[in-house]
């Protein structure tokens, strides 16, 4: 005679099949709560005896992280109320120390006695959740890349096109120098002859300032552990020296150690941020520019603020390409060139909104050294 098991027998039994763990979360009327059944995948997922986990309902809670507590205590309580599925998806640490992701599926049940019953699957998606970050961080990495090898092909173009141009100012210049030079009353500190000299010379300073443009993003950034308080630091006497009379620097930098940099690159980007904090508050009676760091995991985060006109919203989305400006007269080339310098130390460089207007740039760097 063929004999039967009963429903409880074959669910437990598959239950414990499973990957994760089966089990039933029970939140009565006074909010106390508890487990009234668990699978053997709890040994797996919280590493946790099945026994243990029915008795004592906290145990889970513990493991559950800190800075995930609220969000998850949240979840259940909206689902209590509307009887409305579950879905979450949080971190733990289980007795071993290893941080796990896990995500969390069930339905609720309201009780005669006004409690609500869940019956949940929790499965462990660390995997899953490693190779999505992963997957953004090609992707984000990806994108650096193209967005840099766009502004290098720019910079390039710019320096290709203007080479012969000046070479030929700077040649007719001086052409015009030797032909003027025997004439009568072209001497003298304001004569046709000095002022063609000083013409000459600024061609010349120009080609100067393309070349050393075009050697600074031929070169890969040398990264030196720095202390980025002091580098910052410094970059703001440097402005100030350079632009006596503008506007108040406010300086928010605590000391968070040390930050790998190539400083003179890093300088270069950050003067540029300040000049167009400068550019954009010039003016003003009350203009301010803030210069912040905090720290953040794994590295730094640079602010640089003002309180001036802010960028208008026709070019806000494209504000990083090149010959793109947010100023009248603008080459549009200062603010790619600072973040193809961000985007080379392995960092971002973008614009986010400033709740007292005007402009707010941000830096995020990603090689502290601990």
């Not at 599926?105 to 009780?111: L, V, W």
């Not at 840099?148 to 390039?156: F, G, K, N, P, Y």
């Not at 030929?168 to 210049?173: G, I, M, Q, R, T």
């Not at 072209?186 to 050697?215: F, K, N, T, W, Y």
Request: with cysteine; glycine share 10%.
């Amino acid at each position: 005679m063929l004999m039967h098991l009963n429903a409880e027998t074959v669910v437990r039994d598959l239950a414990d099949k499973l990957p994760g763990a089966l089990f039933q979360y029970i939140v009565r009327p006074d909010g106390t709560d508890g487990v009234g059944f668990v699978s053997g995948g709890c040994v797996e997922l919280w590493e946790l005896d099945a026994e243990s986990v029915v008795t004592d309902a906290s145990l889970l809670w513990a493991q559950v992280h800190p800075d995930d507590r609220n969000e998850m205590m949240a979840s259940v309580a909206r689902s209590r109320a509307e009887l409305s599925d579950w879905y979450h998806e949080w971190r733990i640490i289980p007795p071993s120390g290893k941080l796990k992701w896990v995500r969390g599926i069930g339905r609720p049940h309201a009780m005669p006695d006004g409690s609500v019953v869940w019956t949940t699957y929790n499965s462990d998606i660390t995997e899953e959740v490693a190779a999505k970050l992963a997957a953004a961080k090609l992707e984000h990495e990806l994108d650096r890349l193209s967005q840099a090898d766009q502004v290098t092909q720019a910079l390039a173009s710019v320096i290709h096109e203007t080479a012969q141009p000046l070479a030929a100012v700077a040649n007719y210049l001086f052409a015009i120098e030797r032909a003027v030079e025997a004439l009568p009353g072209v001497d003298g500190p304001d004569g046709p002859l000095s002022l063609l000299e000083r013409a000459a010379e600024q061609a010349r300073r120009v080609g100067r300032i393309m070349h050393g443009l075009r050697d600074l993003f031929s070169r890969t950034p040398v990264l030196q552990p720095e202390p980025i308080a002091e580098l910052l630091g410094e970059a703001a006497l440097m402005f100030r020296a350079a632009t006596p009379g503008g506007a108040p620097i406010e300086l928010d930098l605590p000391d968070i150690g040390l930050v790998e940099v190539d400083r003179l690159m890093m300088q270069q980007a950050l003067l540029n941020l300040l000049r167009n904090a400068s550019e954009a508050v010039a003016g003003l009676a009350e203009g301010r520019i803030t210069l912040g760091l905090m720290p953040q995991p794994q590295g730094a985060r640079i602010r640089v603020i003002d309180n001036g006109h802010g960028i208008a919203e026709e070019v806000r989305g494209r504000i990083f390409q090149p010959f793109v400006s947010g100023k009248p007269g603008g080459l549009g080339m200062g603010l790619s060139i600072c973040r193809t310098i961000i985007a080379a130390h392995g960092g971002e460089l973008r614009c986010e909104e400033n709740a007292g207007g005007g402009a707010c740039f941000v830096i995020d760097l990603y090689t502290q050294v601990t």
